[in-house]
């Protein structure tokens, strides 16, 4: 089992950055792919990012390339969202999630459908 949980949510001003961080415990993190999702309200909650075991290859919806980078320290056992030039639209509770993958896999998680394992969330909130 792996427990997450997310901090760094807020309150921001459009335009503004905020950096979220999500913490494992339980299981070394290493093991596993590693992403991050958001559900607005009244909406379905939708892939923002993702990173591969290693940290080498990672993946972007396509409204936040350019603004966002995802990022893992394995030996701090964390996956960290950094997110700049923060419009209205990209209010939501972020979540971030792990998959279990295969030593040396490139696997970068893009559905929720795949992923194990979930923290409870971290609200984001930019005012225009």
């Known amino acids: 089992q792996v427990q997450l949980i997310e901090s760094g949510g807020g309150l921001v001003q459009a335009g503004g950055s905020l950096r979220l961080s999500c913490a494992a415990s339980?299981?070394?993190?290493?093991?596993?792919?590693l992403g991050w999702f958001r559900q607005a309200p009244g909406e379905e909650r939708e892939f923002v990012a993702g990173?591969?075991?290693?940290?080498?290859?990672?993946d972007y919806v396509d409204s936040v390339k350019g603004r966002f980078a995802i990022s893992r320290d394995n030996a701090k056992n964390t996956v960290d969202l950094q997110m700049n030039s923060l419009k209205p639209e990209d209010t939501a509770v972020y979540y971030c999630?792990?998959?279990?993958?295969?030593?040396?896999?490139?696997?970068?998680?893009?559905?929720?459908?795949?992923?194990?394992?979930w923290g409870k969330g971290t609200l984001v909130t930019v005012s225009s």
């Open positions: 999630a792990a998959k279990g993958v295969a030593l040396f896999s490139s696997y970068v998680p893009r559905s929720e459908n795949s992923m194990e394992y």
């Open positions: 339980g299981r070394t993190v290493s093991g596993y792919a």
């Open positions: 990173i591969s075991r290693s940290g080498g290859s990672t």
